[in-house]
């Protein structure tokens, strides 16, 4: 908020490509929430991973050739190097919150820290028993999955919904109107933003209409009926999460319309009892992070609503791309005017 209120100065607006900030704004929340007083190293870290999943997304894009990728072109080379790196500094990261640990000199209070005290009783209960808790290794890897999957959606999600408040003043209005009766010009709080409901009503038919992970994949691991068809074990089946979020059987023939309204009275409601809105994904692996995103994005929204009105620049383009979630292929040029 403050570098928006810096950017409009003593004018009354001014125009802004809000996707970069939202980004960063959503990599300082993961940063700190995993990582915390190592945030700053933590930030280089999803730089570095950043820069992997665009190598990563080029990979998809190009022909696959089985074991190409042992190759030392230069793309590999650079995803090797990556891959290095980002370990290296995970790795120190992890040794200095083991040393706070140990010294008790900080709270334990983000996941990386959480993380290694629960792995380090597990692995006391154990006893002389192998194969309990995680190695180093594993620590990361429960590092980046959760900045991978936590960081990049909560940002898409916060930027088509300025895109569509954008589209629906009426809306824009009404979330504010709301924000404004609950926290006046108080910064808001958990209590609060829990019953926030035309701003959920809101990100729900955002999420519906944009969802940032577009589609998920799943191995069969045994024979499977969908339907009239049978398919085998191993069959790598892709569930493609915005078709079916636009799908006129599921949603009606305004399934491709922006209408918050469809969950004024819930998910339930909305979906009829049908699993047709899952942005989140379903079952056993569904994401672990939907809560805190939707925390995160409701405190994000409403400090801006709080703050500014906004509106889509002349030279907004409109081009949503999938670079692993759905992103504003030219940023999102909006124009921010002080409340
Ligand atoms: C709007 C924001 C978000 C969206 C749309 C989203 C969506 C998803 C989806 C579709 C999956 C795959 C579920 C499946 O395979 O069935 C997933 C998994 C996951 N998400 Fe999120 N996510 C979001 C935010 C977050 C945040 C903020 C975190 C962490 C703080 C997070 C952590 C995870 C993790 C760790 C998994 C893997 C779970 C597993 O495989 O068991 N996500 N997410």
Redesign the pocket.
Known sequence: MKEWKMLLGERGSCMVDVWPFLNNLTADV?SRTAFGSSYEEGKIVFQLLKEQAQLTAKVFQSVYIPGWRFLPTRLNNRMKKINYEIGNVLSGIIQKQEGIMKTCEAPNDNLLGLLLESNQKEIEDGGVKKDVGMNTNDVINECK??YF??QE??SV?LNWTMVLLSRFPNWQTLAREEVIEIFGTKEPDYEGLNRLKVVTMILYEV?RLY???TA?TRVLRKKTRVGNMTLPEGALVTIPIVLVHHDFELWGSDAKEFKPERFSEGILKATNGQVSFI?????P??????N??LLEAKMALSLILQNFKFELSSSYVHAPVTVITAQPQFGTNIILQKL
Do not use: E
């Open positions: 993961i999955l959760f999957a936590g959606t909560t999600l999420l969802p940032p992970v998920i942005p989140f994904g379903w079952g692996r569904i994401c672990i992070g939907q805190f995103a």
